[in-house]
């Protein structure tokens, strides 16, 4: 019922060697949604944990993790769990009735998390210091703003869930951004933010259409190319950006040392190879 893969921390002078098996082994997150299971991987970049859930109408239970180092996951950490799918129920530190779009916040000591119903759960965790009050958090109560424009196929809204300006966290930052028709591009002009890593998953993608997430230090890019429901872990020292051959969403989230949103050192076009 749960698998945990360890991703171990790459250097950006070592990432440059990597032909596109090494980048997918060490940046891809890939095959995490299974009926049945839950399937974390464990990353050592702030020690973020990403994966699925998928109960398929059963129950599922998260509860030890033995990389974590506790007797349950979330003695030490919190987390965030994205509803991808149809309806679901979340039992932690109360019940949560999930629909489609919604992020769920779970505090430090919020016990064991158990998944059950018709969704697709997203799983987003990081170590915490203090125990913030668990939080069901709607689309329609998440801060937006809309970025970009249609000239430069870019136009998009970004839904900013756990975040300052909605509820506080130690650690975990996480937003929604959904594309206006016709616009491809997420996140250009790119930036790094070397207090934070960052973890992307694409969905709504459909069946036939890819995403090509760009990665990389700004003079030595790279790309992984990734179907629906896949996603990129993205190193502190690296741009996080993305075409996709069709509309899509995309969940982002960040851990590191604060919480500042726009804690960011923008690339310029001129500097991208």
Not at 10 to 32: E, M, W
Not at 105 to 117: D, E, H, I, R
């Amino acid at each position: 019922m749960l698998n945990v893969e360890i991703r171990h921390a790459i250097d950006p002078q070592t990432a440059r060697t990597f032909d596109t098996t090494a980048l997918r082994k060490n940046f891809h997150v890939g095959d995490i949604f299974m009926p049945g299971e839950i399937r974390l991987i464990y990353t050592h970049y702030d020690r973020m944990i990403v994966g699925g859930a998928v109960p398929a109408g059963a129950s599922l239970v998260l509860d030890e993790v033995k990389p974590c180092g506790t007797a349950s996951i979330l003695d030490r950490r919190e987390m965030v769990i994205v509803n991808i799918g149809g309806e679901g129920t979340v039992l932690a530190d109360g019940e949560y009735v999930m629909a489609k779009g919604d992020m769920l916040y779970l505090g430090m000591g919020a016990g064991p998390v158990t998944f059950s119903g018709d969704g697709r759960f997203y799983i987003l965790s990081a170590p915490a210091h203090h125990a913030y009050p668990s939080r069901l958090i709607r689309i329609d109560e998440a801060t937006n703003m809309s970025l970009g424009a249609q000239e430069t196929s870019n136009e998009r809204t970004i839904y900013q869930f756990v975040h300052p300006d909605v509820m506080k966290s130690c650690q975990l930052v996480v937003g929604m951004t959904k594309l206006a028709k016709g616009s491809i591009w997420n996140t250009m002009p790119a930036h790094v933010h070397d207090r934070r890593m960052e973890a992307y998953l694409y969905f709504d993608l459909a069946e036939n259409q890819r995403v090509f997430h760009m990665m990389g230090e700004p003079d030595e890019t790279r790309h992984l190319v990734l179907k629906n429901e896949e996603g990129a872990i993205s190193p502190p020292w690296s741009i996080h950006s993305g075409a996709g051959t069709g509309a899509y969403t995309f969940i982002w989230a960040m851990a590191g040392d604060n919480v500042d949103y726009r804690d960011v050192e923008m690339v310029s076009m001129e500097t991208l190879r």
